[in-house]
């Protein structure tokens, strides 16, 4: 069965640093999306990307992340300078679209355990 | 917001019992989905519900919703000790998900 993978699993920092998360989402889906969970707390989301573009963001998506469709396969999201408050499991997901504007489930993959010191 | 909330937050049940847990939202939703999470592990999806629909089946799971009172709930049947868990419900208003805190039900063998 087709799944969301993502690399690193875990990722080690140091404050300041830019770090690079990826994620190769399902083959035919169209719309991918990150999510973050700080340790005890909820699924947060980030941004969602569709078409080259990003389509929504949060408050928490500011001018330190981006994200980005290298290829035909992969989709990156880029902290520039990591803070300590950005330690967290990092989701990507992904998902088709069933018909104008309509999404279907989205599947997430196993996450990226950040960890800035 | 439009964030899931469940409730309970936790909940503990012997093995062979059902376990069942709510969600309420608070504005129009596409579809509303659950997830199940392992301790520090990805989110798997277990079932979508769509705003048009009343009731879904899989498996041993089974789910409702009642968009005149914004709330869903899940349940399972003859919970097993592998179902050991957190589960969140997430609302999905076309453009991102919403997940609520969860609930964290233990399985007893």
């Known amino acids: 069965e087709p799944e969301v993978t993502q690399t690193p699993s875990h990722q080690v920092t140091q404050m300041g640093q830019e770090v690079i998360l990826r994620c190769v989402p399902i083959?035919?889906?169209?719309?991918f999306y990150w999510y973050r969970q700080i340790l005890g707390q909820k699924v947060e989301f980030l941004v969602s990307f569709y078409n080259n573009e990003i389509s929504e963001k949060s408050e928490i998506f500011d001018d330190q992340f981006s994200v980005e469709r290298p290829d035909g396969s992969n989709f990156t999201l880029k902290i520039r300078s990591t803070k300590l408050e950005d330690s967290a499991m990092y989701f990507c997901?992904?998902?088709?679209?069933?018909?104008?504007?309509?999404?279907?489930?989205?599947?997430f993959g196993p996450g990226t355990r950040l960890t800035v010191l | 917001s439009q964030q899931g909330e469940e409730d309970p937050q936790a909940l503990s049940i012997q093995e062979g019992e059902n376990a069942t847990m709510n969600c309420s939202y608070k504005?129009?939703?596409?579809?509303l989905q659950w997830y199940r999470q392992n301790s520090g592990r990805g989110l798997v999806h277990l079932i979508l519900?769509?705003?048009?629909?009343r009731e879904k089946h899989s498996g041993r799971l089974r789910v409702t919703l009642d968009t005149s009172k914004k709330s869903s709930s899940l349940l399972i049947t003859a919970s097993r000790a592998a179902d050991t868990a957190s589960y969140f419900c997430?609302?999905?208003?076309?453009?991102?998900?919403?997940f609520g805190a969860g609930t964290t039900v233990t399985v007893r063998a």
């Open positions: 997430a609302t999905d208003d076309g453009y991102k998900l919403s």
């Open positions: 504005t129009s939703i596409n579809n």
């Open positions: 083959s035919n889906h169209l719309y």
């Open positions: 519900i769509r705003s048009n629909e």
């Open positions: 997901a992904s998902s088709v679209e069933i018909d104008r504007g309509r999404t279907d489930t989205q599947y």
